[in-house]
């Protein structure tokens, strides 16, 4: 399979990347993205975690790993026009919160939307709509981030 582009010259912030360290307990980080994805206008109907279905189906022994599936249902629903539906295989916006080491968190971030435009979801005339959707969701990321990083568990990176 040949891709329509180099992976290597990519830069996160082409795909949204988005990273913060907390200082904090696992459990704990994860109510505290919940609350700051929420009072951002972003929902949360899908979590899970795959470290412990890891370690439970093949004895991982992963460290605590986390997704918050996050949604904006107005962004959600122009994504799905702009792209004829396709982005739903993208769906939801996931926030990570992983364990890197005890009383430390990572919660990271890539935008499903600016990866959707890199894959060129966008159906025909739908291009200015995405790179608006894309503009727009930023914003909410942002604002999660911009969150976390001023809390008082934040660490610099």
Not at 39 to 50: K, L, R, Y
Not at 68 to 75: D, I, Q, S, V, Y
Not at 90 to 105: A, D, R, S
Not at 122 to 136: L, N, Q
């Amino acid at each position: 399979m040949t891709l329509p582009f180099d992976p290597a010259e990519i830069d996160g912030e082409d795909f949204g990347e988005e990273e913060q360290l907390l200082a904090m307990a696992h459990e704990e980080a994860i109510e505290r993205v919940r609350s700051v994805c929420s009072d951002a206008g972003f929902g949360v109907p899908v979590e899970f975690s795959p470290s412990e279905l890891l370690n439970e189906k093949v004895d991982a022994d992963r460290d605590p790993y986390y997704v918050l599936g996050a949604c904006n249902p107005t962004m959600a629903d122009r994504a799905l026009d702009a792209t004829g539906g396709d982005i739903g295989a993208l769906f939801p916006c996931n926030m990570v919160i992983q364990e890197v080491e005890p009383g430390t968190q990572r919660v990271y971030h890539v935008s499903i939307m600016r990866i959707a435009r890199l894959l060129g979801l966008p159906e025909a005339g739908a291009t200015e709509e995405m790179d608006a959707i894309i503009a727009d969701t930023g914003e909410l990321v942002a604002d999660v981030f911009d969150r976390l990083a001023e809390s008082d568990a934040a660490i610099d990176a």
